[in-house]
């Protein structure tokens, strides 16, 4: 079992890429600051574990290397040369080493919800789902390693034997966001490492310690050296380095749609495998027939945890005009009554914003929105007050008499923001929630079944919640999207291991003669 450590030593997060089972600076010894949401402009709250940055303010959670394509070279040389080790371990043992895994994050599951909360925001009962989806994910792909493999088939001609077998890809780069910072990494990681590859991972620049942190415990668990690895730096040098690389042989990008077009290109030109998780415009459509109460709950939790910032997240919300009026009134209520703060103060609801950026860009959405002829009806600026003046906190905010051609109905905002419609007929509903360039999660809540099973059939989305919010998802269902949320390829569940996976048919002859497919039958 992996020692514990404490979040807020800096041996629990090594502020350097990991390689070859070392850890190294940056080949430039250039570094970049891991600032703390909640402390950005130098306040801690009471109470708080921040670490003291550089300046004496309480505001960084450390200084990271910020990479160059030598450094990504160096990791690539190092995880081909463990390929050629680990391709040949047996599927059985590298799931016992994904057990132990699972158990050493189990260990560190505090440790790593906290370090979380102080990194990237998340309040610390979602971080610690966050590690827990990651545990999960470790116990589902260890357990397909008896079972994982190819198909035993009839072939047409006598004394001839069919098969078909999975043969790992070699070294997988994975480019990660800071929103899942320890689940997404292990829905990437993990089911490539029991297909045998060796990894890569280049997490984003708001969560580098979350994936330190996460690259100590597999080496913990016996990850052997070589296997994972993890280089940091900005997506535009380090994450297109690895991209371009000739020695990667695939690539699993989670983040913005105008960013995996890009990678899309650049791996296309190299006939490079790619799987891409992009963006969301999630709707919750709520019949006249549904169950208020858990609808209201839905809508809620869906709009505003993470503050927003979900890539399933409920920025839509589609009423049956007969319940519009009382249903309005009563999610912006409970709007208004969530409680914002420190992520690490159990009382806390809704955590900051990830960074400067993502502030001002909310903002400007609010400014779209009015200009585009919506009406605020709840929050729309900076929250304000005790502990919350040093972060970057937006207060939960509702916009009504929003038509689907408007901006805030069909871009990504990525904050704590709902745009709120109504309808009369279902398939008006669902015409609504298909009108935009994505179609990762949907929502209904009814009590009709005949409606229930015609909007699995009608609505455009990878996943769809029948009585549950957008948000949600299990490790062990495909997790994806259609039009521009991805390009056809699913993380989690079995589909997963089609993309970490090569199929070869193999052919044993024992007739002792030639025999002809085809021609001899």
Known sequence: MAAKFSSDSPSFAPRLNLIGGEWRKASTGKTFD????????????????????????????????????????????????????????????????LRRCADALAAEKEELARLMAREMGKTLIEARGDV?????????????????????????????????????????????????PIAIPSWKAFPALLCGNTVILKPAEDSPACASAFGRVLMSAGVPAGVFNVVHGEGEVAGAALVNHPGVAAISFTGSSETGKIIAENCGRQLKRCSLELGGKNAQIVMDDADLNLALEGAVWGAFATAGQRCTATSRLILHEKIYDRFLRRFIDAAKALRLGDPLDAKTQIGPLVNAAQLERVE?????????????????????????????????????????????????????????????????????????????????????????????????????YINGPTIGAEVHLPFGGVKETGNGHREAGAAVLDFYSEWQSVYVDYSGKLQRAQIDT
Request: with cysteine.
């Open 34 to 97: 891991d600032i703390n949401p909640v402390r950005s402009a130098g306040f801690q709250p009471a109470g708080s574990l921040g670490l003291t940055g550089p300046a004496g303010s309480q505001r960084s959670i450390g200084r990271f290397p910020l990479s160059t394509e030598a450094d990504v070279d160096a990791a690539v040389r190092a995880a081909s040369e463990a390929f050629k080790t680990w391709r040949k371990v047996p599927a059985p043992q590298r799931g016992a080493i």
């Open 364 to 464: 400007n959405y609010i400014r779209i929105g009015i200009e585009e002829g919506a009406t605020l009806r709840l929050g729309g600026r900076r929250a304000r007050g005790r502990g919350l003046n040093a972060g970057h906190f937006f207060e939960p905010t509702i916009f009504t008499d929003v038509t689907p051609s408007m901006r805030i109905a069909r871009e990504e905002i990525f904050g704590p923001v709902c745009a709120v419609m109504s309808f009369k007929r279902v398939d008006e509903a669902v015409s609504i929630l298909n009108g935009t360039r994505y179609g990762l999660s949907s929502s209904i809540y009814t009590r009709d079944v005949n409606a229930a099973f015609r909007a699995m059939r009608e609505l455009e989305a990878g996943i769809t």
């Open 132 to 180: 827990q989806e990651a545990i999960d994910c470790a116990n589902l792909y260890a357990g397909f390693s008896r079972t994982f493999g190819g198909q035993t088939l009839p072939s047409e001609l006598p004394d001839k034997f069919a098969m078909s077998v999975r043969k790992p890809l070699g070294v997988c780069g994975q480019i990660t966001p800071w929103n899942f």
